[in-house]
C-alpha cells in the first residue's frame, strides 16, 4: 500500500520562511513531486526531485532523503499569494507499473 | 499550448443517476490520469492509462465506476449509479510517458450528488 503524510494546516507569517514537511512509505519509488493549490483551482507543478539533496528554485526549494522517505518544501520571503494548499505526490512502483500517488495536502495560511 | 480540457465545469445530478466526464489531455501525452478530490483532502488517483492501456485501478470502484480512453487520447468517466458520498471534484491530468515529467492537471468537473 501507500502512505504519504502531511500535516494538516500551517500558518505563518508574511516575509517570514516556512517548511513544509512530507513522509511517505510506497512500495517502490520513482521521484517526488510538490505541487500548490489554490482553493478552487487546479494543482499546478512546484518541483521534483529524485535524487536526495536540495533543489532551489527560486523562493521555493524541496528537499529529498529517500532513506527517511522524507522531502520537505521549502518557502522563502513569503507572500499573502502564497496561501494554498501544497501537495505532496510520489510516482510509486507497482507491478512494474507508475503510479502518481498524492498526499492529503498541507493548507497554508499567510497572514500580515 | 493548448491545456488538458475537461467538461463539463459543473454537474448536479440525483443519487442513482449517472453521469459522464470527458478529458482532453495535452498533446503527445501518452499518460492520462483521472483522480478524485473531496474537499479538504488530496487527489485520489482513480485510474491511470498509458497510451490506451490501463496502468493503475486499484482505488477505482469498479461496481460503479468505468473509464475509458478509445485510440490513446480522449478519455471518458463514468459512474453509475450515483452515490452521495462521489460528490467531489474530478480532475484529469496527463503527462509525457517519462516518469521525470509532471503531470498537468485540468480545472476539474465539481459534481454534486443530491
Known amino acids: 500500500g501507500q502512505n504519504i503524510d502531511q500535516p494538516t494546516e500551517m500558518t505563518a507569517t508574511e516575509g517570514a520562511i516556512v517548511q513544509i514537511n512530507c513522509t511517505y512509505q510506497t512500495s517502490g519509488f520513482n521521484g517526488l513531486f510538490w505541487y500548490q493549490q489554490h482553493a478552487g483551482e487546479a494543482p499546478t507543478f512546484l518541483s521534483y526531485n529524485v535524487l536526495d539533496g536540495l533543489e532551489e528554485k527560486g523562493r521555493f526549494s524541496s528537499f529529498l532523503s529517500r532513506s527517511k522517505g522524507y522531502s520537505y518544501l521549502l518557502l522563502k520571503e513569503l507572500q499573502m499569494k502564497d496561501s494554498a494548499s501544497y501537495l505532496c505526490?510520489?510516482?510509486?512502483?507497482?507491478?512494474?507499473?507508475?503510479?502518481?500517488?498524492f498526499g492529503k495536502g498541507t493548507r497554508l495560511s499567510v497572514i500580515a | 499550448e493548448a491545456g488538458v480540457a475537461q467538461s463539463p465545469r459543473y454537474k448536479i445530478i440525483e443519487k442513482r443517476q449517472s453521469v459522464a466526464f470527458w478529458c482532453n489531455p495535452i498533446?503527445?501525452?501518452?499518460?492520462l490520469y483521472w483522480y478524485q478530490q473531496i474537499l479538504g483532502q488530496g487527489p485520489k488517483l482513480l485510474i491511470q492509462?498509458?497510451?490506451?492501456?490501463?496502468?493503475?485501478d486499484s482505488q477505482l470502484p469498479k461496481d460503479r465506476f468505468s473509464a475509458e480512453r478509445l485510440k490513446g487520447v480522449d478519455s471518458t468517466l463514468k459512474i453509475q449509479p450515483a452515490k452521495l458520498e462521489d460528490s467531489a471534484v474530478y480532475l484529469c491530468a496527463s503527462s509525457f510517458i517519462r516518469e521525470d515529467t509532471e503531470a498537468f492537471f485540468g480545472q476539474g468537473t465539481r459534481l454534486t450528488v443530491v
Open positions: 492509462f498509458q497510451n490506451n492501456g490501463v496502468v493503475d
Open positions: 505526490a510520489v510516482r510509486d512502483i507497482v507491478s512494474g507499473n507508475t503510479p502518481l500517488v
Open positions: 498533446s503527445g501525452h501518452a499518460t
